[in-house]
């Protein structure tokens, strides 16, 4: 079974900056693609970031240019750089990875809440 687990996340000033990382039970390279969603109190979860295997990346408007999404394949690490974080960044972010086996199959992390508020 995949286990992804989040780690990072915090309380941060509007402005600031912090890095999440999602490390998987085993080798990520079986994934199509990892990302990043976020969700917020009352609102849908939200594709935030995603990388593929390929390294292709793709974010969602509001974040383009200040977070950066990477991955180590040694490490089997996903990371999400944020920076300039503002306070409608605030939210829960789950770690994703999913591959396709006759079907879409998604894994999800337990999430790690990011808190940007002076």
């Known amino acids: 079974q995949v286990q992804l687990v989040e780690s990072g996340g915090g309380l941060v000033q509007p402005g600031g900056s912090l890095r999440l990382s999602c490390a998987a039970s085993?080798?990520?390279?079986?994934?199509?693609?990892m990302g990043w969603y976020r969700q917020a109190p009352g609102k849908q979860r939200e594709l935030v970031a995603e990388?593929?295997?390929?390294?292709?990346?793709a974010y969602t408007d509001s974040v383009q240019g200040r977070f950066i999404i990477s991955r180590d394949n040694a490490k089997n690490t996903v990371y999400l750089q944020m920076n300039s974080l503002k306070p409608e960044d605030t939210a829960g972010y789950y770690c994703?990875?999913?591959?396709?086996?006759?079907?879409?199959?998604?894994?999800w992390g337990q999430g790690t809440q990011v808190t940007v508020s002076s």
């Open positions: 994703n990875a999913w591959l396709n086996n006759l079907r879409r199959n998604d894994y």
């Open positions: 085993g080798s990520i390279l079986v994934f199509n693609a």
């Open positions: 990388i593929t295997r390929g390294v292709t990346t």
